[in-house]
């Protein structure tokens, strides 16, 4: 399979998650686009852990579901993977030609990918300049077969066309991308945040300057929460974004909940900023000037306050809805009170299938 970095033929967006499945479908119109078709299916408890595809049948289900709660026809399907199967390095390389680098590229990564090189698929894209002359600069990405064979087998067998396979982290800056203004001079950290898994992606004049993927998410503070008040994973979850304090809460939460969802925040928050750390101290030119979250763990009560105080950043929850239009028919069915949590299944609906 081919990894694509670029934008392309109408594709169904598949967010495959490890707490839910999303879809979107859009129709691409001009420079902008309108989503027609939007679904999201859960999925069992431990269906998906790290990575790991333990319950093939219900991801398969939740797909149908999702597929056909949303009303899809369509076939061809873009996802995306991430975790720590997952390698994506900016390298710098001696100028060549694609061709050329087409050839020399596995000997190249092998430098660089700490897996077996005949045990991964490989993607690489050549970015505009590089920091010295005869050089140039490339993204590489490596995601181990097995992986991918798991997202093409359980795609495959819900009646769908695996046509792109992405990057989590690459189809957030997508959407992200097409909802937002930039100054081409900020460099902003797009912070996905996942059930089980974080994806950072800082962009410096829009192209990923640093991409890194942390075992953590959302379901830590409802596991906290759980332990806490032995209720339910569902009730946890209700807890989580925003049954705390919230006119809806209809029960005094003990205050060891607050203080486990604190305790859970700045674990969370320290492993996600000592990596805004880590890019600080390599690119000391560069800056960052404004932190997105995105993911449905960025609608945890508080997070983005709790985070600006951290970083002293600004901290903004990113909307991948904000510009896209919505079809009528998708007018009044809730897309924004789980829009946080389509941004990977946004960015893919905006991909094509690649020519090449």
Known sequence: MQFSFGKSKSVVGLDIGSS??????????????????????????????????LNSSAIVEAIGQAIETAGIKAKNAATAVAGHSVIVKKISLPTMTRDELEESIRWEAEQYIPFDINEVNLDFQILDGGDAEGQMDVLLVAAKKELIDDYVSVITEAGLHP???DVAAFAVSNAFEANYDVNP?????????????????ILTQGVPAFTRDIST???????????????????????????????????????????????????????????????????????????????GGSQVSGLDTAFQGKT??????????????????????????????????????LRKVDDQ
Do not use: W
């Open 217 to 295: 998410g959302g379901n830590v503070y409802t596991e906290e929460i759980q332990k806490a008040l032995s209720v339910s994973f569902d009730e946890a979850e209700r807890l989580k974004i925003g049954g705390i304090g919230s006119e809806d809460s209809q029960e005094v939460v003990p205050q060891e909940v607050e203080e486990a969802m604190r305790g859970v925040s700045d674990t969370v928050l320290g492993e996600i900023s000592r990596s805004l750390d880590f890019f600080a101290a390599t690119a000391a030119e560069s800056r960052i000037s404004k932190i997105y979250l995105a993911g």
């Open 163 to 165: 046509a792109v396979i």
């Open 185 to 201: 001079d900020d460099v902003v950290a797009l912070v996905n945040i996942g059930s089980q898994v974080v994806n950072i992606n």
């Open 312 to 349: 002293n950043l600004p901290v903004e929850r990113l909307d991948p809805l904000a510009r896209v239009g919505l079809s009528p028919k998708l007018e009044g069915e809730g897309l924004a009170e789980v829009a946080p949590a389509l941004g990977v299944a946004m960015g893919l609906a």
């Open 20 to 53: 839910s499945v999303k879809v979107v479908e859009c129709a691409l119109r001009g420079k902008g686009a309108e989503v027609v078709h939007a679904g999201i299916a859960p999925l069992p408890p431990e269906a998906i852990v790290q990575g790991a595809f």
